[in-house]
């Protein structure tokens, strides 16, 4: 830390950076971070060193950080050759995201993981799913698609992402009282940002979900509905071009299995026209959690 000398006393430094002494004097003796010199009659002083990284931690706290998060990303940045920067509130998940398509692409599995780990222990597992491992997977099927990168990325960065917030999606306890889910892209689709975050809904309010992914074969559907009697089945559909198929597909699931209630979303869902909308309502959950609790609760009576 700081070689100078100390020149504020405690009370000095919580009326600069209001905070109370109380809380300074805990900080020290939890984390280590600060360590006050002391004058002869043992009162802490401050060096200049010690007010930098005092008002640093402070500007995390207030900007959502817990004091804990503070301290780790603290440590990082002085620890890390090289440091993620996370200064600007906006910025943050975005650098860490930057940071770990990185590691990706240059095939390093253990930086990834590491990265990963940070990313939930800096915010919610929502976050972590949606806005980061989720719009990173959106990203590199980009990078793909537009030939910037090559397929073993492509493979080697969706396979660790895909397994990680597989990871997670499993791991939440189920209600036995719940009904069965599955959930499954719709005819011809790939694309599973839009799926996961829905499977992750649902897994949040205890939903016991059998998450398939990508678009399997129509006789498939039925060999899984047949097993798992599920009472919801979900389909995502995300190309315009494959909206049809999905409304038959819903259609004849529907007219098959009198018990089952079929849900259908996603972009290429949401861009009918509100007469296509009212035609196909009994299918369509809508766009907003709240709009999904209430369909899904009109159900389960």
Request: proline letters at 3%.
């Amino acid at each position: 830390m700081a070689t100078e000398e100390g020149k504020y006393n405690i009370k000095a430094v919580s009326k600069m950076l209001g905070i109370q002494p109380g809380t300074l004097r805990a900080w020290e003796r939890r984390y280590q971070i600060v360590a006050p010199k002391r004058n002869e009659s043992g009162h802490r002083l401050y060096t200049e060193e010690h007010i930098k990284i005092l008002k640093w931690l402070i500007s995390k706290v207030d900007q959502g950080f817990s004091i804990s998060q503070a301290v780790s990303l603290l440590e990082n940045k002085e620890l890390n050759a090289e440091p993620l920067q996370m200064d600007k509130e906006g910025d943050r998940s975005g650098a860490l995201a930057n940071e770990l398509l990185e590691a990706l692409l240059h095939f390093n599995e253990s930086k990834a993981h590491d990265l990963i780990n940070q990313a939930f222990s800096f915010y919610t597992i929502d976050k972590v799913l949606i806005d980061i491992l989720g719009s990173l997977l959106v990203k590199i099927g980009h990078l793909w698609e537009e030939g910037k990168i090559t397929s073993a990325h492509e493979h080697f960065a969706s396979s660790i992402l895909r397994s990680r917030i597989g990871m997670i999606l499993h791991s939440f306890p189920h209600n036995g009282v719940l009904p069965k889910v599955v959930a499954v892209c719709g005819p011809g689709e790939a694309h599973e940002l839009g799926l996961l975050i829905f499977t992750l809904f649902l897994r949040r309010r205890g939903f016991e979900v059998v998450y398939l992914g990508t678009s399997i074969a129509d006789e498939d559907i039925d060999t899984v509905i047949e097993v798992v009697k599920p009472k919801f089945l979900f389909l995502s559909c995300t190309l315009k071009s494959n909206v049809p198929e999905t409304l038959k597909l819903s259609e004849r699931l529907t007219g098959t299995y009198g018990n089952l209630h079929v849900g259908i979303g996603g972009f290429g869902i949401d861009s009918l026209g509100s007469e296509e909308k009212m035609k196909y309502e009994q299918f369509i959950p809508g766009s907003s959690p709240q709009e999904w609790e209430e369909w899904i609760k009109e159900r389960l009576l």
